[in-house]
């Protein structure tokens, strides 16, 4: 399903109001295909660009995006704008997506897991960077900021990277219980320093 870049159209256009990615998934909810369109040119560069950096292949991270896309488009119908953004939580699917895929090409073609593992950690670090930077939450980055450096890093993998408390573990080179502790300190450290922010 390939779907062609388009402008605001229509009345929304004449008034001159933009649409937020919150506003166009209500509409893609109730089966809208023009706001599919505009939601599609508001994601679809940032989540290929996400693919891209974890893949390092044009044509599957575009297979990525298209089922990001996808799923965007299935799942909008129960997508609780409230509780998530739109464009964060597109680019968290992307990310763990492609970095299946990853995992799938290394499973299948029995490489040097300790060098897959090590690209892994470097293509992961570029992405939460990336991400971070675009995402609106300033409050969560500024109470991530405030954590030791396991403390954040644990919690990235975990929440933006999808990773088990055993991968975690693995990645970081620390034991689980340390791991686990430290992402439940870090997460009262963030409750309480968020509590504290307008």
């Not at 892994?120 to 500024?142: K, N, Q, S």
Request: glycine residues 6%; negative net charge.
């Amino acid at each position: 399903m390939v779907i062609p870049a388009r402008a605001v159209h229509g009345a929304d256009a004449a008034r001159g109001t933009t649409n937020t990615p919150e506003m166009l998934i209500r509409r893609v909810g109730r089966g809208d295909e023009e706001a599919f369109a505009e939601l599609y040119d508001i994601v679809a560069g940032p989540v290929l660009g996400i693919a891209t950096r974890v893949l390092r292949d044009h044509a599957r991270s575009e297979e990525v995006t298209m089922d990001v896309l996808m799923e965007i488009w299935q799942r909008a119908p129960e997508f609780d704008a409230q509780r998530q953004r739109v464009l964060p939580w597109a680019m968290t699917v992307a990310h763990r997506r492609a970095v299946d895929r990853v995992r799938a090409a290394e499973a299948d073609t029995r490489c040097d897991s300790h060098a897959g593992q090590s690209e892994l950690r470097w293509c992961f670090d570029e992405i939460v960077e990336t991400t971070l930077d675009r995402i609106e939450h300033d409050a969560v980055r500024r109470s991530l900021d405030e954590l030791t450096e396991l403390q954040r890093r644990s919690l990235v993998l975990a929440y933006y990277g999808g990773y088990t408390d055993n991968e975690v573990s693995e990645a970081l080179d620390k034991p689980v219980g340390t791991v686990k502790a430290r992402m439940r300190d870090g997460l009262i450290r963030m409750r309480d320093a968020m509590a504290g922010q307008p």
